[in-house]
């Protein structure tokens, strides 16, 4: 059984787009990252899945479940952390822990100490009174609690400082070999490189690529950029695994993207007027720009 | 019942406030019927009554009430602070019960938890119904002690009773209203001033009702003359349309919460 199965989901508001056709199919014990620039649509199928909203058309099953009838069976088995956190701000956070534990009918106090310990979080805090990054981590703690077969994570780690956001990975690795699958979105791709198993993109509202994150490490893009010396219209070399060539206005810039032998890269520097060089690691928007411009070209 | 019992503890201090405040009012003011009648009896008040404007009057049924009958003293000076005071608690408690989780974004929290939108609902249309009810208790009681300390005369209790359940009803009408429209207004300070501008248009259109013959039809869009002391203590009832006109409200305007809430797309 997969853990997460959509098939065809559309979600229109009104007339405006929040998601066209996207199909995903997530197995169980996977880590899968859900990558995409905001406004992309990875919230609207996140809510979509918890029935936040309905689906304009098209399924989707969590667990075999039915998104839009089985809600509520379905979210005995999952936890959420939202991408904006809001709290009740007439609570201590331990009432907050008390309060979600009664929906499951128990009320977890070892589980509490555990994950409170692990996050530094302080129990007899007004909720109202916490920083945006201690908020989330109250907010992962309460989607943790009743050991949910699956995670669902909008965009986690912002507020978390480097060394919280390593432990919380560490926590989300320990928990997948445990079993929990996890669904992890975000819109930087460095952080998903880390832990996810695989990753899907979405631009737009629709799915533009599903890739495991070994392949896409391989792919190594490399984004290049010249300055030359003298104007020139043309760019003075061509050689294999350069794309999306862009020489800029004042036609002493040239950019491009690089997959590649770099030696040979390097080796045609060599026979041009160089006044600088960049070589960077491409941004997830690049990244994005160039799946787009080669799903364009097919 | 977690979600009734957060929802009770979150709400408690308002209607403790809300109830004390307004039946210590009425205690009050019934506390100076005694010496009210009494002036009665020596023509001075009903000479200064004669001096008041014909509208004023008729506005609050100071021409066909008896003042110097404690029903009629509780109809002039007192019921307006029930139906009207009330009718506010109501919209306020009703408008922000739902809205409120969206408007401070606590909605996904809620509804990422094992409990479907209906429970969520009839978890927080029931504290509405129970505290609305219990405000209107305790205003009861207390009226009544006052009542029965302060009365020179023996009172109609049926009319007394008809008194204590108009508001009642007049409260859950207003609640009912107020849970409909939070659906799809869930800024707070826009659902105050839409709900109680709505308690406060209903409360004028009763009184320009009682002043004007031409407007006098307006009486039937507000459920503040549904429940008309005056009417209540010269006819020993309340109208059984107006009656029915309230219930249907309540039983539609809850229902439709129920219907477009299960519907709707939430977003923060």
């Not at chain 2, 014909?54 to 404690?70: C, Q, T, V, Y």
């Not at chain 2, 209203?177 to 707070?188: A, D, E, R």
Request: with cysteine.
């Amino acid at each position: 059984m997969k853990a997460i199965e959509i098939i065809g989901l559309n979600k229109y508001y009104g007339k405006s787009r929040g998601i066209e056709n996207v199909n995903l199919s997530i197995a169980e014990g996977e880590i899968f990252g859900f990558i995409g620039p905001n406004g992309a649509g990875k919230s609207t199928t996140i809510r979509t899945l918890l029935n936040f909203i309905h689906p304009t058309s098209g399924k989707a099953k969590i667990f075999g479940l039915d998104i839009v009838n089985d809600t509520k069976e379905i979210k005995k088995l999952i936890g959420y952390v939202p991408s904006e956190i809001s709290f009740y701000d007439d609570m201590k956070v331990k009432e907050l822990f008390k309060y979600s534990a009664q929906f499951y009918g128990q009320n977890f106090s070892e589980r509490i100490d555990q994950l409170v310990e692990i996050f530094e979080v302080d129990l007899n805090r007004n909720l109202a009174d916490l920083s945006f990054g201690n908020k989330k981590k109250v907010a992962i703690i309460q989607a943790l609690l009743h050991q949910p077969k699956l995670l669902i994570l909008d965009e986690p780690t912002s507020g978390l400082d480097p060394l919280m956001q390593s432990k919380f990975f560490e926590l989300l690795q320990k928990e997948n070999q445990l079993g929990m699958t996890i669904f992890f979105s975000s819109h930087i791709l460095n952080e998903v490189q880390k832990v996810c198993h695989r990753v899907a993109i979405i631009k737009d509202g629709e799915i533009i690529e599903v890739e495991e994150i070994e392949k896409l490490r391989k792919r190594n893009y490399k984004k290049v950029t010249l300055e030359l010396l003298k104007k020139q219209q043309e760019v003075p070399f061509q050689i294999a695994g350069m794309t999306n060539i862009s020489v800029h206005s004042d036609n002493t810039l040239i950019s491009f993207m690089f997959q590649g032998n770099i030696n040979e890269l390097t080796q045609q520097f060599a026979d041009i007027q160089l006044k600088n060089l960049w070589l960077e690691e491409p941004t997830l928007e690049e990244i994005f720009m160039h799946y787009y411009e080669q799903e364009g070209a097919k | 019942m977690i979600i009734f019992r957060r929802e009770w503890r979150r709400n408690f201090k308002s209607l403790l406030i809300w109830s004390i405040s307004i039946s210590l009012m009425i205690f009050l003011i019934m506390s100076l019927y005694k010496s009210f009648s009494e002036g009665f009896s020596g023509q001075s008040i009903q000479d200064l009554l004669e001096a008041y404007p014909e509208g004023l009057k008729a506005a609050f049924g100071l021409n066909s009430l008896d003042m110097s009958n404690i029903l009629g003293y509780y109809g002039i000076e007192s019921y307006l602070m029930v139906t009207l005071f009330g009718a506010i608690f109501a919209m306020l408690l009703s408008g922000s019960i739902i809205s409120k989780e969206e408007h401070e974004k606590t909605i996904e929290f809620l509804l990422a938890k094992p409990v479907k939108r209906l429970e969520i609902l009839t978890s927080k249309i029931g504290l509405v119904i129970f505290n609305i009810f219990l405000f209107n208790l305790i205003n009861s009681l207390v009226t009544f002690t006052a009542f029965e300390i302060y009365k020179t005369a023996d009172y109609d209790q049926s009319i007394f009773f008809l008194l204590m359940l108009g508001p009642l009803l007049l409260h859950l009408t207003f609640a009912s209203l107020g849970l409909l429209i939070s659906v799809f207004i869930t800024k707070t300070k826009a659902i105050y001033s839409v709900s109680i501008g709505l308690v406060l248009v209903a409360y004028f259109f009763s009184i320009i009702a009682n002043i004007s013959d031409k407007l006098k039809f307006l009486k039937h869009f507000s459920p503040f003359s549904y429940i008309d002391a005056t009417d209540i203590i010269l006819n020993g009832k309340l109208h059984l349309n107006y009656l029915l006109v309230m219930i249907f409200t309540i039983i539609i305007g809850i229902g439709l919460t129920f219907l477009f809430y299960n519907k709707k797309d939430i977003t923060i």
